[in-house]
């Protein structure tokens, strides 16, 4: 409560309000933004799949090149690295990611995505920046033209990446293991922005510490006996013993987990039977679960496992018919945001964006930027922030009750672009100039 109230009473500011005195970069930002919007137009209406992105990273690439970046594509299946060296200094990587959800746009922008494509399971489906992934490609072409016209204000290399496969959790990892961090520049500082649909455009929101959750997807396959409906002495009901773990799962959080540590087990999936009068020989589950350190993440998934031969052993199943526990991988580890670096980030754009800036608590959303940091965490500092979405009107239409404002990855998510670009864009093009500054 204490964080809406703070929102509501920051909306004026944050919707695009911005210092008295406007400064030469944010000249720049405005100067670039009518160009800007119409990329954004053409990559929201052309969205593509996760690791099926072509025509996305074809058309960003030839622009980084443009510019005089070195590009390299097809990194990680068709990922993009783009490298600028300007002398000695730090190597910072700034990161993008491209990929759309298999989501029905339903908008009714004029620009709206009437893409279809085949998803990795097999099923036909419409195809939609739904996530805000066309606004954080947007920023990062106006924060590689910003700081390729500035090469005389700053000193290190710069290698900017655009991603593919966040939405799935295979992005960050297919390019760590094609070399991301070995054929090209590692980098000591990562920074990324993504969009917000749950505060005012223009505002810039972050957590010091963990800001996004471990992500499992967990598959319990729950043996049992099958028959009659009518003579259920003669089978083992998987539907009950499944229903028992269903149920069990929930003191894990309750009872299990320090209430100070927050975690996640929901059951999003329950399928079993076919008919009324038939018991089933099987029943499976689908879970996600959510947790902030590998810790509770082990102690979660641990314990998935062991209600689950528990309640087995409890309805008399034999040794050789547990139920199986999948783990799905890759998971997405828990994103943090490196203490003194965020600090050090925050202060320096505070000047310039004011009240525009709060910091925010960590969510239960996953994001794969978590592995950048993962795969050398002595020598990598990290932060991604959060900027708002939500246009003007329909955030003051919600604080008075009028309006339900949809949700990242809804049909109905439409951000307004520009100041959700023109904010990240003024703000990467910032912190890695501060970063980066000549001594």
């Known amino acids: 409560m204490r964080m809406v109230a703070m929102l509501a009473g920051a909306s004026v500011l944050a919707l695009g309000a911005v210092p008295?005195?406007?400064d030469e970069l944010r000249d720049a930002v405005a100067a670039d933004l009518p160009a800007l919007v119409e990329l954004y137009k053409d990559l929201h209406a052309n969205p593509e799949l996760s690791m099926q992105e072509v025509e996305t990273p074809k058309k960003l690439a030839a622009r980084a090149r443009a510019l005089g970046f070195k590009v390299t594509e097809g990194v990680g299946k068709t990922g993009v690295v783009a490298v600028m060296e300007n002398g000695p200094g730090p190597v910072v990587m700034l990161?993008?990611?491209m990929d759309g959800l298999p989501v029905v746009e339903q908008t009714g922008l004029p620009f709206a995505s009437k893409r279809r494509a085949v998803a990795q399971n097999g099923t036909e489906t419409g195809v939609m920046h739904a996530c805000g992934h066309d606004t954080h490609m947007t920023a990062w072409i106006g924060t590689a033209q910003l700081l390729a016209a500035r090469k005389a204000e700053w000193s290190g290399t710069l290698v900017m990446i655009l991603q593919p496969g966040e939405e799935t959790g295979q992005g960050a990892k297919a390019m760590l293991d094609d070399g991301l961090f070995t054929r090209f520049p590692k980098p000591d500082y990562v920074l990324a922005f993504h969009d917000a649909a749950q505060f005012p455009a223009g505002m810039?929101?972050?957590?010091?510490?963990?800001?996004?959750?471990?992500?499992?997807s967990v598959d319990v396959v729950v043996p049992g006996v099958g028959g009659h409906g009518a003579y259920p002495h003669t089978t083992k009901d998987p539907i009950v013993i499944a229903s028992s773990i269903v149920m069990r799962l929930q003191t894990l959080v309750s009872r299990e987990q320090n209430p100070s540590d927050p975690a996640v087990?929901?059951?999003?999936?329950?399928?079993?039977?076919?008919?009324?009068?038939?018991?089933p020989d099987?029943?499976?589950?689908?879970?996600t679960v959510r947790s902030y350190s590998d810790e509770t993440r082990k102690h979660l998934l641990d314990g998935i496992a062991?209600?689950?031969?528990?309640?087995a052993i409890a309805a008399g199943m034999p040794e050789d018919k547990m139920p199986k526990v999948t783990v799905q991988d890759p998971y997405t580890p828990a994103t943090y945001n490196t203490p003194e670096f965020t600090e050090q980030v925050i202060a320096g754009l505070k000047p310039r964006f004011g009240e525009r800036i709060m910091e925010t608590p960590a969510v239960m959303g996953g994001e794969?930027?978590?592995r950048y940091y993962r795969a050398d965490r002595e020598?990598?500092?990290?932060?991604i922030f959060w900027v708002g979405g939500v246009p003007k009107d329909q955030w003051e239409k919600a604080q008075k009750g009028e309006v339900e404002l949809p949700s990242l990855h809804s049909p109905f998510w439409a951000p307004d672009a520009p100041v959700v670009i023109a904010t990240a864009t003024e703000a990467l093009t910032a912190a890695t100039l501060k970063i980066m500054e000549k001594k």
């Open 20 to 22: 008295a005195e406007a």
């Open 95 to 97: 990161r993008a990611d």
């Open 204 to 216: 810039i929101g972050y957590s010091k510490g963990f800001a996004l959750a471990n992500v499992d």
């Open 265 to 279: 087990v929901t059951v999003g999936s329950f399928q079993a039977g076919a008919k009324h009068n038939i018991i």
């Open 282 to 287: 099987q029943a499976r589950l689908q879970l």
């Open 306 to 311: 062991r209600i689950a031969r528990g309640e």
């Open 368 to 370: 794969d930027f978590s």
């Open 379 to 383: 020598n990598v500092e990290s932060l």
